[in-house]
């Protein structure tokens, strides 16, 4: 999260200096990594409510920084597959 906060400002003077006649549709957007708790969560093993109020935290700091798109990583390991969709042969 300290990684994702430092980024966010060393951004601020690109975000507050959009100008006011930007293009009506534009992808402003961040990734948050949950590889190794890069972004989110904080530290591995926090119970869910922890969880949830951090990323609710991060959440509310992208709507400040006018973000319009968030990229959640959610199964880092490559490992979302499901047996109903996975054939083998």
């Not at 926090?46 to 700091?61: A, F, G, H, I, S």
């Amino acid at each position: 999260m300290k990684q994702f906060i430092t980024i966010l400002i060393l951004l601020q003077p690109l975000v507050f200096s959009i100008p006011q006649n930007s293009p009506k549709r534009e992808m402003r957007g961040v990734w948050i990594a949950t590889v190794e708790n890069i972004d989110w969560p904080s530290v591995s093993g926090l119970p869910v409510k922890q969880q949830q109020k951090e990323l609710t935290e991060l959440l509310e700091l992208t709507s400040d920084y006018h973000l319009n798109t968030i990229i959640l990583q959610i199964r880092p390991a490559a490992d979302a597959f499901y047996a109903s969709f996975c054939k083998v042969f």
